[in-house]
């Protein structure tokens, strides 16, 4: 895969090498994000952040990823504060802000509108998750988080076993992710959800075309034994139909530390691609796993600006100049992860 001047739409494009290469430079932002150096390398470019849906890790952390290769961003949060809202099309939307920008990050509601707008973009645009289609930066960082995570217990994503709980239909998080596990081998992989929201039948062909066990499950407890990662997942109620439908669902699986410590390998990794759905009648990943050193959830986060950091530089093609922009941080800064 050539990155440079790319735009990163779907994991289709990617294959294990481009994934790896991502994975590289990632690992080479390391220093930026841990605010042990800063680097100007972007200094003079500018990213336009277009969000058309509600997030905070996603936007934030593209916007952050670019500020800390030393870019500028302008962002705007809504369609209604867009002239999309006075019925501008994606067409024009994407003439005019690709004239002043050097790249673009979109998120929209309706599957297939970030490829859309791509088409008629003259600079690089990545897709910041398209409806319930495809999240693929989340995917990338999921996939990173998993191999570091289990890279620690020895264990490679090669012969992982994982179960993905939750809103498997909606979920487009997971959509990304099952076809970049598509690129490994030997991987078992439990779907639990209710029968109604399950993975879409032609990711399940995927997973079985690439030679992955799949095992589907209703029963939460019975599908969580055995496996190394469990990836939980909100009910995506802006997805469905009608807020009743959504309610329905809402509480069915909830992932606390007694059930973990009942069903659960004392080491097994939690990953969730947040946000997590913390009220009452949610909860699908408890609060009271905050200080099991196994849930990964904020490492997952941390990740995000690594991923995102690797990708604007691949695309924009500054790689190698990163560290000749280097310089030594001036403030106070005690960036712990955990
Ligand atoms: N995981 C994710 O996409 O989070 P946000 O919706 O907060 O961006």
């Known amino acids: 895969m050539n990155f440079v001047g790319a735009h990163i739409i779907s994991v289709d494009q990617f294959d294990r090498a481009a994934a790896d290469r991502v994975f590289e430079v990632a690992d080479k932002m390391q220093p930026y994000a841990m605010r042990n150096r800063i680097t100007r390398v972007l200094q003079g470019a500018i990213l336009s952040n277009m969000f058309f849906e509600p997030s905070t890790r996603t936007r934030v952390s593209f916007g952050s990823a670019f500020n800390l290769l030393g870019g500028e ?10 002239s999309l809202a006075k019925g501008e099309s994606l067409y024009d939307t994407a003439r005019v802000l690709s004239g002043y920008s050097d790249v673009i990050v979109m998120r929209h509601p309706d599957a297939g509108s970030v490829a859309k707008f791509a088409e008629a973009s003259r600079v690089p645009v990545i897709n910041g998750g398209d409806g319930p289609n495809e999240h693929p930066s989340q995917a990338l960082l999921d996939l990173y988080t998993m191999r570091t995570e289990i890279a620690a217990q020895g264990q490679s994503i090669d012969g992982l076993s994982i179960a993905l709980i939750g809103d498997l239909r909606y979920g487009r998080a997971v959509h990304s992710l099952c076809k970049l596990l598509c690129l490994y081998d030997n991987i078992r992989l439990h779907l639990i959800s209710p029968q109604e929201l399950a993975l879409p039948g032609d990711i399940v062909a995927l997973l079985k075309i690439a030679g992955h066990e799949v095992r589907q499950y209703t029963d939460m407890a ?5 496996v190394d990662i469990l990836y939980v997942t909100r009910t995506q109620e802006e997805r469905f139909p009608s807020q009743q439908e959504a309610d329905r669902y809402r509480g069915l699986f909830r992932l606390n530390q007694a059930i973990y410590t009942q069903n659960c390998a004392p080491n097994t990794v939690i990953m969730h691609p947040l946000p997590r759905d913390s009220r009452a009648q949610a909860q ?3 609060d009271d796993l905050n200080q099991n050193p ?21 695309v924009l093609d500054v790689v190698d100049q990163v560290d000749n922009f280097a310089q030594p941080v001036t403030w106070f800064t005690d960036k712990r992860h955990g």
Request: hydrophobic content about 45%; charged content about 25%.
């Open 73 to 82: 961003v302008r962002e705007t949060t809504e369609a209604k504060s867009s």
């Open 284 to 286: 699908e990943l408890d």
């Open 294 to 314: 196994n849930l990964a959830i904020f490492r997952q986060t941390d990740n995000g600006m690594l991923i995102r950091m690797a990708l604007f530089a691949l």
């Open 222 to 226: 019975e599908g969580i034994g055995g």
